[in-house]
């Protein structure tokens, strides 16, 4: 096959997610490895799109039978009074006003500053949309960003993609200090995994990030809070280090927020890189219905900013993306209003923190040390006490022309020999940072009981391997 690529997709390989789910459909294996919800959206949010699709407030059979193409001819057997249901339509470029007021009265709360719909506000297809598009419209060629290792290995590509160089800064272990070396309590100081270490052993040395700053390249910083795939929740202490970076050096923040809604106790509240003051002129924050809402095929995004940030990224939308679908904006819209009446986010973290407990139990239990997550839908494992047969996996993968790093050599072991999916670390590493993964493993726990209740039992298989 002729190469026909640009050159600017020379060197990219396709995403790991599909190869990992197909293998995993393919060995039976029980996938705990892409970060989706195996449950159904919620009623309230599907009766949303389905009103919105069927006309809102006249979904009448006749109108759902309106065959393709035809007229309000009294003779078509359709009512020539059928109303005019502009939902299908595209709708306002920028984003579609009732998610747009939404978000921006949800906004006004969470940041404590006025959100002004039609200047601070754009609805993109998934936060994915939003990360290409702030890249484009804010880097020219040569310009630099920071990412902070691990990152959604969507960021560097994007950077890349604008002509710009992705810079990398680490987060690195730092064991807790005290008298009890215990981190914050997150579970019931009873249970097994009270003793485990937590998320936030991962930390983000501020001298560092500095050093990385080139005067006059460096641009933007992107920051994932809560953070994939650590689960790590940025403190106010920790974004206001950033934040001071940010404004010493003239940097936009992008603050991927995309699991705002799933943090833990004890911590009530996420603190927000744009409430910071002097932040909110220099960040543009990231949101998305699909983790949200756990509606992640409806790919819907919002991004939240000063128009500085915000015009450039419509100027951009306007031309790629034009609208995103009409009728999931507006069932989103009646989603955030209908959410408190549902006591949704009460229950979605409670979901959230029973099965993460319940992951962490087993993992703990069975010898691969979780690291309990303070926020998202992810853990990771440490591996190192794995005795596996790495250098036989290592082997078989050459023979095939694949070149394996330890914890890809795991992540495929515990596929075949145990029978569990789970995500190997390093894609969220660049290069120089991939060594940081190798006795690292990622789970996502967003998945039914009677999924991880079948991971749990297959994980029991790890014993005999266990140092
Ligand atoms: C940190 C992070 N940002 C962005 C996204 C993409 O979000 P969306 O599905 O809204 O495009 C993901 C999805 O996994 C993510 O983990």
């Not at 604008?162 to 215990?182: C, F, I, Q, S």
């Not at 650590?230 to 970076?245: M, P």
């Amino acid at each position: 096959m002729s190469n026909r690529a640009a050159a600017r997709l020379h060197g990219y390989q396709t995403a790991i997610w599909g190869e990992l789910t197909a293998m995993s459909n393919r060995l039976g294996a029980t996938n705990l490895g892409q970060g989706f919800p195996s449950w159904d959206a919620e009623p309230f949010l599907k009766d949303g799109a389905i009103k919105a699709i069927a006309g809102r407030d006249y979904a009448s059979s006749m109108a759902l039978q309106r065959p393709l193409g035809s007229t309000n001819n009294p003779n078509s057997g359709v009512p020539t009074q059928f109303p005019v249901v502009p939902l299908n339509q595209y709708t306002r470029s920028a984003g579609h006003m009732p998610l747009v007021n939404r978000v921006a009265d949800m906004y006004t709360e969470i940041l404590g500053c006025k959100i002004d719909p039609m200047t601070n506000v754009l609805i993109t297809n998934g936060a994915t949309q939003a990360i290409f598009n702030v890249t484009q419209a804010l880097l020219n060629p040569g310009d630099e960003a920071i990412v902070i290792d691990p990152a959604y290995d969507s960021y560097a590509p994007c950077i890349e993609l604008a002509g710009a160089k992705p810079v990398h800064v680490p987060l690195t272990r730092v064991e807790p200090h005290g008298p009890d070396k215990k981190n914050p309590v997150l579970v019931d100081a009873h249970s097994p995994i009270a003793q485990c270490p937590t998320s936030a052993e991962f930390v983000l040395d501020a001298e560092v990030l500095e050093r990385s700053v080139t005067p006059g390249k460096t641009k933007l910083i992107f920051v994932n809070n809560p953070h994939n795939p650590s689960g790590k929740l940025f403190s106010l202490a920790e974004l206001t280090q950033i934040a001071n970076i940010a404004i010493k050096h003239d940097l936009v923040v992008v603050s991927d927020e995309v699991y705002e809604f799933m943090i833990y106790p004890p911590v009530q509240k996420l603190a927000r890189m744009a409430s910071i003051p002097g932040m909110f002129e220099r960040t543009v924050t990231f949101g998305s219905a699909g983790k949200t809402f756990s509606v992640t095929g409806w790919k819907i995004g919002w991004c939240v900013g000063p128009p500085s940030i915000i015009h450039p990224m419509f100027l951009h939308h306007q031309y790629t993306v034009y609208s995103v679908a009409t009728p999931l904006q507006d069932a989103v819209s009646s989603a955030i209003a209908n959410a408190p009446e549902h006591d949704y986010y009460a229950r979605l973290i409670r979901t959230l923190r029973e099965k993460r407990d319940k992951l962490c139990n087993v993992l703990h239990d069975v010898g691969l040390t979780p690291f309990v997550p303070e926020g998202a839908y992810f853990v990771l494992a440490d591996t190192s006490r794995v005795r596996f047969p790495e250098d036989d996996v290592v082997k078989r993968y050459e023979a095939k022309g694949q070149k394996l790093s330890r914890d890809f050599a795991f992540a495929y072991w515990l596929m075949e020999e145990i029978g569990v999916a789970a995500i190997p670390p390093s894609i969220f590493y660049s290069p120089e940072n991939k060594h940081l993964a190798s006795n690292l493993v990622r789970f996502c726990f967003c998945k039914d009981d009677s999924i991880l209740d079948a991971a749990a039992t297959k994980l029991q298989k790890l014993r005999p391997f266990i140092l």
